[in-house]
Each structure stands twice: as C-alpha cells, then as structure tokens.
C-alpha cells in the first residue's frame, strides 16, 4: 500500500520551508533554467499518514519541482545615517535573485535512485568556481642529462713542483715583488734557487699561484723572466 503524504519540510538555501504537491515557492536562485525539472534531498520531516522527522534528514525523501522561472525579489532599501560622523547618510538598494518552482512530488523514498538532477544553489557554483584554483599541468620533470653532458668535476687541486736540490740558496729577494715573507713561503715549500724559478712551467705557476694565496701575482711580475736572467748571473 501507497504511503500518502501530505507535505514534506525541505531546506534549502540556509531556509525551511513547508511545501505540498502542486505548491508553488520562492527560494534563492538555483543554478538551473526555466522548464528543467529538480530535486532537494535535504527532507528534514514528512507529513501524512504518519510523521516521519529526519536525523537530520529522512533516508531516501526527496521533493521534485519543476523551475517555472528565475526572477528577483522586491527591492529592499537599506539606509544607515551616522549623526556622529557630519551627519554620514548612505543608501543602498538590493533586490534579491530567486528560482519560482511548482512542486510536481513528493517521495517518501527511493530519491536517491531517481536519476532527477539536485537543486543546487547557484551562489554555492559560484563559491566553489572561485574558491578552486585552475588546474595547472604538470610539467614532466627534467630527464637526467647524460653522463657525458654532466658537468665536470672539479680538478684535483696539483701539487706544487717538487723542489730541486741546490748547493746554495739564491736571494730570492731580488727578484722585483718577492720579499721575506714570501721568501719564507718559497723556503717552505722547497724552492730556493733562480734557476727553481726560471724552470716552471704554467702549471707550476698556477699551483705557487694557490699555494702562496696571491693568485696572478707571479705572471704580473713575471717571476720566470727575472729567474732566468739573475740564474745567468
């Protein structure tokens, strides 16, 4: 036997409201046009044969309507005059946008599997459009560059050219640039002589360059030069 029912209290927008097959409503705006046909499934009580009150909402009720058309409310005028602040007057008007609806059925249950599309809100569209961030696509990470491509490792840092023996050490400080305390470096680390100096090649150079901490210093002076004429004698 067919449960009849008499009216049903639905929510919707933040309102209840109490409705009855053929009834005819306003709510706010839904996102939906003239003629299509929708369905609320926050059913808060139905009234009939029997009262039936959700927990919050009855399992399987729905109210089906049919959108006769969007419209706006009466215009509401709003006034606020401030006596405090030289007399501050401000008016503003607001008419409120709403969805006229005929109500068409009542279910008891089975709304879930009606198949009828949900009355949504359109301020609640509007909401979520703004609050989603667009999707961005992702951009496919880098492939690893090859290992030829890679850049190169640092070179080890070279040693500084093996001392040669000498009979006796040169005085160094008259080569234009060098003085005791660099003398002292030289000593230090073998180098004694002209003929020492006159014999580097670059890369002796840039390896006294970084060992002394004065880079450029011994091509600025050209140590090598000077070296090889005091070595001659």
């Known amino acids: 036997m067919k449960e009849y029912i008499m009216f049903a209290v639905l929510k919707t927008g933040g309102k209840q409201y109490k409705v009855a097959s053929g009834d005819t409503l306003q709510v706010e705006k839904l996102a939906a046009d003239a003629g299509e046909t929708v369905q609320f499934n926050d059913i808060l009580m139905l009234g009939g044969d029997k009262v039936t009150v959700g927990s919050p909402f009855v ?20 006034f606020v005059k401030r006596r405090r602040k030289h007399s501050s007057k401000r008016t503003k008007g607001h008419r409120q946008q709403l969805t006229l609806l005929r109500v068409t059925d009542i279910l008891a249950s089975g709304g879930d599997k009606s198949g009828v599309k949900a009355a949504i809100g359109a301020a609640s569209i509007a909401a979520v459009a703004v609050a989603t961030p667009k999707k961005v696509a992702k951009k496919a990470a880098p492939k690893a560059e090859a ?10 840092k070279k040693a500084a050219p093996k001392a040669k023996k000498a009979d006796a050490a040169d005085d160094l400080t008259q080569i234009s640039g060098v003085g005791p305390v660099i003398v002292k470096k030289l000593h230090d680390l073998g180098v004694t002589t002209f003929a020492q100096i006159a014999e580097w090649t670059a890369e002796d150079v840039a390896a006294m360059d970084e060992k002394l901490n004065f ?17 001659k004698g």
């Open 59 to 78: 399992n399987g009720a729905a109210v089906q309507a049919e959108v006769v058309d969007q419209i706006k409310g009466d215009k509401v005028i709003h």
């Open 147 to 156: 290992k030829a491509d890679a850049q190169p490792k640092a070179e080890p």
């Open 215 to 231: 880079k450029g210093r011994i091509d600025r002076d050209d140590w090598i030069k000077q070296a090889t004429e005091l070595a």
